[in-house]
């Protein structure tokens, strides 16, 4: 049973600035939500109750975010606003939230293993709240967790992109092994290759569900693209022993970590939420 999700979010968020100057980019809204909250959502959906989330410094709203706010829901009670609070507090309610610090910036696969303190020895998942995902049936998560059930190892989210963005993404290589659910035994995969290198198309989005042996193999890692350690080569490490499935996931994704991923995200949600929003 997958239990933990692991939300590193220590980034900068660069691409956003100025508005990540003193704000948290995984507090940016996506209309009234931040994104992580999506994120932490999308978990508790997959039945997982406790967050592991790796943060850094100037990430203190998040903590807050996920905790009482006395004052303003003394202020609110009994108003028609306190059904805004709905959600959020659901999920107070119902799971946990642990915290640790990334100290440097050394990659995503360096950050993973920063939470191992959070994790232990135990599988589980981890989501990127750039990457953020719906869909009108089970959440990606959901789906993932099927999938890890049956194969019982890590576990990739992959969906196809247009082959001139493969160096934006950890692209695959692998062999179909179910039409029907769409999964791939994966052979290969390197992170971030130029078009004319990519061994396919098939891009990693950011889900994962990780065994816990990923944290001796990403002790092992050393530095890769961009002089970080990446999670893409502590798993081809597993993939070469068979030990890695890719599974094209039901649902649309936006990239929102870019600012057209972001407006189109917004819009999106606002088409399907405005009714909610009046
Ligand atoms: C990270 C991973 C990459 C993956 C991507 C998904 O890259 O390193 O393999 O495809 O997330 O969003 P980042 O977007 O953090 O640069």
């Known amino acids: ?30 209309l009234t939500k931040p994104l992580i909250q999506y994120g932490v ?16 410094r100037g990430k203190r709203a998040i903590e807050d975010h996920f905790d009482r706010s006395y004052e303003l829901e003394h202020q609110i009670q009994g108003s ?3 059904k805004l609070m709905t959600q959020i507090r659901s999920i107070i309610a119902t799971c946990t939230f642990s915290y640790t610090r990334q100290i440097e910036m050394k990659g995503l ?14 599988a589980f998942a981890v989501i990127l709240a750039d990457d953020l995902c719906d869909n009108d049936g089970d959440s990606v998560l959901s789906q993932m967790i099927e999938v890890y059930e049956k194969y019982q190892c890590s576990v990739v989210a992959v969906e196809e992109v247009p082959l001139d963005q493969t160096d934006k993404y950890g692209i695959i290589s692998g062999n179909l092994v179910d ?3 769409d999964t791939y035994r994966v052979t290969g995969m390197v992170e971030k290759p130029d078009p004319k290198d990519a061994p396919s198309n098939m891009a ?8 816990p042996d990923i944290f001796d193999i990403l002790r092992e890692t050393k530095p ?3 002089g970080e350690i990446q999670i893409t080569d502590a798993l081809l490490e597993q993939a070469k022993k068979g030990k890695v499935i890719a599974y094209k996931f039901k649902g649309v994704r936006f990239d929102c970590g870019s600012i057209d991923g972001f407006v189109q995200a917004t819009n ?10 009046a």
């Open 1 to 30: 049973m997958i239990k933990k999700c692991l939300f590193p979010a220590a980034g900068y968020g660069t691409r956003f600035l100025p508005a990540t100057k003193a704000t948290p980019k995984e507090m940016l809204p996506i």
């Open 41 to 56: 959502e999308e978990a508790a959906n997959a039945g997982l109750t406790t967050m592991a989330i790796i943060t850094g």
């Open 80 to 82: 028609p606003k306190e």
């Open 109 to 122: 696969g360096h950050a993973i293993l920063t939470g191992e303190t959070l994790i232990g020895n135990e």
């Open 179 to 181: 039409e029907t659910t």
């Open 204 to 211: 990693i989005i950011g889900r994962y569900i990780l065994t």
């Open 224 to 226: 890769g693209k961009a």
């Open 268 to 277: 999106y949600f606002y088409d399907k939420e405005k009714e909610k929003l």
